[in-house]
């Protein structure tokens, strides 16, 4: 059997936990730079907040509804969902982190289990150890148990926050209550595909032919088909290494300056850099783009991008700001007030394991001086350890004007107790 522990209004959640005077009422977590909502308690969904909506927009309903807007606070998330994550391996050591608020678990030898106990016994020991609110789907699948999360999460009365489908005939009521558009796995090509085979209930997709799923959805495809029919294809996934990494941000103003820009550039590539060598990995492709602010319709608008081939894989800050700055310069215009950049590093290979080149090589001082800088940046945090073009004068922050404490990563905002 697999379970999916999915957090309930994760990022609401975590500030409740710590601000009581937060409950029940309607709660907004907004993105990086505090652009756009990305999380919504229940209460405020209710009151019609869309998910993206951009908060210089929304401001003034958020304060007629009396919807407490809060920055994101990434630190206290991040803590939160290792606690939550750290609970579920005391039941079973088979736990795949699906994201920040959801994980699947795998039960193996569980046999004559009271499945629905159990998933009590989980929901109840995370909202008394954390206090966050989960909800629990069990299913003989990965995929069946995304389905009975869900029946659970829209059902808590009735389910009391867990749903089992331990049998032929709740498979197939589930299946016949959830849109095939809401199923875990299903795009928006898929869905188009499956509407036009006339399939509307996840259950319509479970009756197509094999031979036809397996030919117009790949293997994956037949994968989920089968998993809905509770037959389990798809596994546990194993962690694997990145396939590209990215480092992409909205500046906390508008910048028309190369000069600030080129700056922003190079942290999100030394930052790309860091994260190549925490996993091992070179990279042979940098991208880099840079855009105005899409909301400012008055102002005028400039996107632009630019690849950049390596001659070697590498994993070095100095090579990889270096070229990521020399592609913004390229697609920098002048007078265009630019809000967001980004750099993604591509063409990832083993550091140990790659093709070494005859002529092109990197300097072979790169690596222990990146070691160096790692160890250095790790003793001392904070990155004390940094490039010229970062300007160490400057310390660059999210805009976070309506942020909440970090009440358990940082000592100075640990409750205190009078």
């Known amino acids: 059997m697999y379970a999916l522990v999915d957090c309930n209004n994760f990022y609401a959640s975590c500030e409740r936990a710590f601000n009581p005077n937060l409950r029940h009422k309607p709660v907004a977590i907004l993105s990086n730079n505090d652009g756009c909502v990305i999380s919504r308690s229940d209460e405020a969904k209710a009151?019609?907040?869309?998910?993206?909506?951009?908060?210089?927009?929304?401001?003034?309903?958020?304060?007629l509804n009396g919807i407490k807007v809060l920055s994101s606070n990434y630190p206290l998330y991040g803590d939160m969902s290792h606690r939550v994550?750290?609970?579920?391996?005391?039941?079973?050591?088979?736990?795949?982190?699906?994201?920040i608020d959801e994980a699947f678990l795998e039960f193996k030898g569980f046999k004559n289990h009271d499945f629905?106990?159990?998933?009590?016994?989980?929901?109840?020991?995370?909202l008394?150890?954390?206090?966050?609110?989960?909800?629990?789907?069990?299913?003989?699948?990965?995929?069946?148990?995304?389905?009975?999360?869900k029946v659970a999460r829209k059902f808590p009365e009735a389910t009391r926050g867990v749903y089992v489908i331990d049998s032929e005939e709740k498979r197939i009521k589930a299946l016949k209550w959830i849109k095939v558009e809401d199923v875990w796995g299903i795009g928006r090509g898929l869905q188009k595909r499956l509407k036009a085979k006339g399939c509307k209930k996840a259950y319509d997709f479970t009756q197509l032919p094999d031979h036809w799923v397996r030919k117009n959805f790949t293997i994956?495809?037949?994968?989920?088909?089968?998993?809905?029919?509770?037959?389990?294809?798809?596994?546990?996934?194993?962690?694997?290494?990145?396939?590209?990494?990215?480092?992409?941000?909205?500046?906390?103003?508008?910048?028309s300056d190369i000069d600030n820009i080129k700056e922003r550039i190079s942290t999100f590539a030394t930052s790309c850099a860091e994260k190549l060598r925490k996993q091992g990995s070179s990279c042979h492709m940098i991208y880099v783009t840079l855009q105005s602010d899409r909301h400012k319709?008055?102002?005028?608008?400039?996107?632009?991008?630019?690849?950049?081939?390596?001659?070697?894989?590498?994993d070095s800050n100095l090579i990889i700001s270096q070229q990521a700055v020399n592609a913004v310069k390229s697609i920098f215009k002048a007078g265009i007030k630019y809000k967001?950049?980004?750099?993604?590093?591509?063409?990832?290979?083993?550091?140990?394991?790659?093709?070494?080149q005859m002529f092109d090589t990197e300097n072979p001082k790169h690596k222990p001086l990146m070691h160096a800088i790692d160890g250095l940046n790790s003793k001392y945090a904070n990155n004390k350890v940094k490039l010229a073009s970062q300007d160490l004068k400057r310390t660059w922050k999210m805009r976070q004007e309506r942020l909440s404490p970090r009440y358990t990563t940082n000592i100075n905002d640990i409750i205190v107790v009078k």
């Not at 009151?47 to 304060?63: E, S, T, Y």
């Not at 579920?88 to 088979?94: A, G, N």
């Not at 629905?116 to 995370?126: A, C, L, T």
Request: proline share 6%.
């Open 47 to 63: 009151l019609g907040l869309p998910m993206g909506a951009p908060i210089f927009k929304w401001d003034g309903f958020c304060k």
């Open 85 to 99: 994550m750290t609970i579920l391996e005391q039941y079973t050591p088979d736990v795949e982190v699906y994201s």
């Open 116 to 126: 629905e106990d159990y998933g009590n016994q989980m929901r109840q020991r995370i």
């Open 128 to 149: 008394k150890w954390t206090g966050i609110p989960t909800s629990v789907g069990i299913a003989p699948t990965k995929a069946l148990s995304k389905v009975a999360n």
């Open 220 to 255: 994956t495809g037949w994968k989920l088909k089968k998993d809905l029919e509770g037959i389990s294809k798809i596994k546990l996934d194993e962690v694997e290494a990145k396939r590209a990494i990215a480092t992409t941000r909205s500046f906390e103003y508008t910048y």
């Open 297 to 314: 319709k008055d102002l005028e608008q400039h996107r632009a991008s630019r690849v950049v081939s390596l001659p070697y894989p590498t």
């Open 340 to 356: 967001r950049a980004g750099v993604i590093v591509m063409g990832l290979v083993p550091t140990n394991n790659h093709q070494l």
